[in-house]
């Protein structure tokens, strides 16, 4: 069955500092992998995707991985700001199916 | 550009009464589609539309209908609600369909509450 997991569900860091966050998948086959940033009360928005020959992709200071043998996808966060608080979802296509992860809950502190 | 907007953004219904939930886009997008969000689980996909003129049963279709009422407008019908149907929905649009390189732009969303 094609699933998506996050890791973790949640997570608080201090203002400035880095995080990262992952994602497992069995979509098969794939196609290409998306991050979005949803904030609260708001719908998702695209930061990156990634297809089956890429394994590193940013976006300012945000960067994707993505290890296409392990199925496995990492969104790093550098120098965190407040306004990066967030959920951060992992998205994984195949042919004609999508797949949602359930996502991570950032909270970035002062 | 509005993008995607959806209507309304809040609704409480009570257990067997219907409503509509509208969407609209402004990026001459063919696909469009049909979102519930529901804490600790990922966005589940309840209906799309590939083009104008089809509609497709996503993952949980069961107690939704959808209507494509041209290229820009895409509604979700709920006709006699219940409280399974508690949930934030999203209506989203692409270029192509789901598998394709093409991202999706979502709405804001509609919180609806069924007691």
């Known amino acids: 069955k094609n699933q998506v997991e996050q890791s973790p569900q949640s997570l608080i860091i201090l203002e400035g500092k880095n995080c990262t966050l992952q994602?497992?998948?069995?979509?098969?086959?794939?196609?290409?992998l998306r991050w979005y940033k949803q904030d609260t009360g708001r719908g998702p928005v695209s930061l990156t995707i990634?297809?089956?020959?890429?394994n590193t992709k940013s976006n300012g200071r945000y960067t994707a991985t993505l290890d296409a043998d392990t199925k496995q996808s990492s969104l790093h966060i550098t120098a965190s700001q407040l306004s990066d608080s967030a959920s951060y979802i992992c998205?994984?296509?195949?042919?004609?199916?999508?797949?949602f992860g359930a996502g991570t809950r950032l909270t970035v502190k002062p | 550009n509005a993008g995607v907007t959806q209507t309304p953004k809040f609704q409480v219904l009570k257990t067997g009464q219907s409503m509509t939930l509208q969407c609209a886009q402004d990026?001459?997008?063919?696909?469009m589609y049909w979102y519930r969000q529901d804490p600790g689980m990922g966005l589940r996909l309840i209906y799309y539309?590939?083009?104008?003129?089809?509609?497709d049963k996503g993952e949980v279709p069961n107690g939704y209908n959808v209507s494509r009422l041209n290229k820009r407008e895409f509604s979700l019908r709920l006709e006699s609600a219940a409280p399974s149907q508690t949930s934030v929905y999203f209506c989203?649009?692409?270029?192509?369909?789901?598998?394709?390189?093409?991202?999706?732009?979502f709405g804001p969303g509609t919180r609806l509450t069924v007691l």
């Open positions: 990026m001459n997008h063919n696909s």
């Open positions: 998205v994984v296509s195949a042919y004609n199916d999508m797949r």
């Open positions: 989203a649009s692409s270029d192509h369909d789901a598998g394709s390189y093409n991202e999706q732009f």
């Open positions: 994602c497992n998948y069995t979509v098969s086959p794939f196609s290409n």
């Open positions: 990634m297809t089956f020959s890429e």
């Open positions: 539309s590939a083009s104008e003129g089809t509609t």
